[in-house]
């Protein structure tokens, strides 16, 4: 044959794709998701979610420890919140002296260069699982934004360098601003879960937690998963109110949200690599379906891929182990 062009000459030698693989891993992309409980000496491995382990505050620092020494720069804390501090106003998400606060005093104080970024939202510690305030049974906004920029606050105070809003409610970006700026936390970081769907594959974070809502589902605040369109209106207004890093939740099944928001915003965008993407990783490998290592790469390069400068990962640990 007599061929102008072969594709196949840059894809010969492991060197030449690496020469001009367009998509790179770096372990400062990923932000590591970590599961707190009160206690000590506690370490329970998540069943939905083998390998992975909700941490009394003492292993967590070790554990924190460790990500910093691996290259990992960020952390994103969740809190498991005992069920009698539970209520319908969420009034523990902002106790000064509560399990957040103490963990993100204790884990700046460990590794005051880590990026710690918190979870902003009701539902760890509402008496119904949800994001919000309930009246009538309905999720109600404008309450909840109070909570939410109390919570944020309280969270500014304990030294968190970026509050992380996953609670979809309307205008809560510019209110946790507003909030942070009178308060004069003017290095606070607010990264949003801009475009978050109501996803089945959240299940094993709610098993971490034991947060899953009580009645109904999250579909009032969190995004159908049959748009698009309003994934890219619901970053814009975020970045209009002042997110510093917008997000999409799950990335999987969001490739092209990921890419279409990429492409409207000129600020980070994050991607959630969520708790039922690592299940299925972890349950195909188990059954010897698929390897994992191998899943893992490629899981992580198509987020970037799809435009995601940053991640965050149950893999985060995996990864940088597996790019040496
Ligand atoms: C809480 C929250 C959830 C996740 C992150 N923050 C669950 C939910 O919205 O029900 C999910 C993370 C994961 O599945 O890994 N607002």
Redesign the pocket.
């Known amino acids: 044959m007599y061929l102008q062009k072969r594709n196949r000459i840059l894809r010969q030698s492991p060197a030449i794709r690496a020469m001009v693989a367009e998509t790179i891993l770096r372990p400062e992309q990923f932000i590591a ?1 970590l599961f707190i409980d009160e206690g000590k000496g506690l370490k329970t491995e998540i069943a939905s979610m083998p390998g992975y382990y909700r941490n009394s505050l003492d292993h967590t620092v070790t554990e924190v420890k460790e990500l910093w020494q691996m290259g990992i720069k960020s952390v994103l804390l ?1 809190i498991k919140c005992p069920d009698d501090l539970k209520d319908n106003t969420g009034r523990e998400a902002w106790n000064p002296e509560g399990l957040m606060q103490r963990s993100i005093k204790a884990i700046k104080d460990a590794v005051p260069e880590m990026v710690v970024m918190t ?6 510690y509402s008496s119904y ?1 949800h ?1 919000g305030i309930v009246e009538n049974g309905k999720i109600v906004n404008d309450p909840t934004v109070e909570a939410l920029v109390k919570m944020s606050i309280s969270h500014a105070a304990a030294g968190a360098d970026f509050i ?1 809003p ?3 409610m309307d205008g809560r970006i510019g209110a946790i601003r507003a909030g942070l700026e009178t308060e004069g936390f003017t290095e606070t970081g607010i990264m949003s ?1 801009s475009a ?1 769907y ?2 089945c ?6 098993d ?2 034991d ?3 009580g009645f109904g589902d ?1 579909k009032t605040y ?1 995004m159908d998963y049959a748009n698009r369109e309003e994934a890219v209106r619901e970053t814009l207004m975020d970045v209009e109110e002042g997110a510093d890093i917008v997000m999409v ?2 990335a999987l099944s969001y490739l092209d949200i990921i890419r279409d928001i990429k492409n409207s915003v000129s600020v980070p965008v994050s991607a ?7 299940a299925m990783i972890k349950a195909a490998a188990k059954m010897g379906w698929i390897n994992e290592d191998k899943a893992i790469l490629e899981t992580l390069t198509s987020i970037r891929r799809a435009g995601a400068d940053l991640i ?1 990962t ?1 893999f985060a640990k995996d990864a940088v182990r597996l790019l040496g």
Do not use: T, W
């Open positions: 998701p969740f979870d902003v939202a009701l539902d760890p699982g994001d992380a996953s609670d979809m879960y978050k109501a996803s594959f959240y299940g094993p974070f709610r971490a937690l947060s899953a809502p999250k969190q939740k799950p959630y690599n969520i708790s039922g993407e690592y965050a149950y």
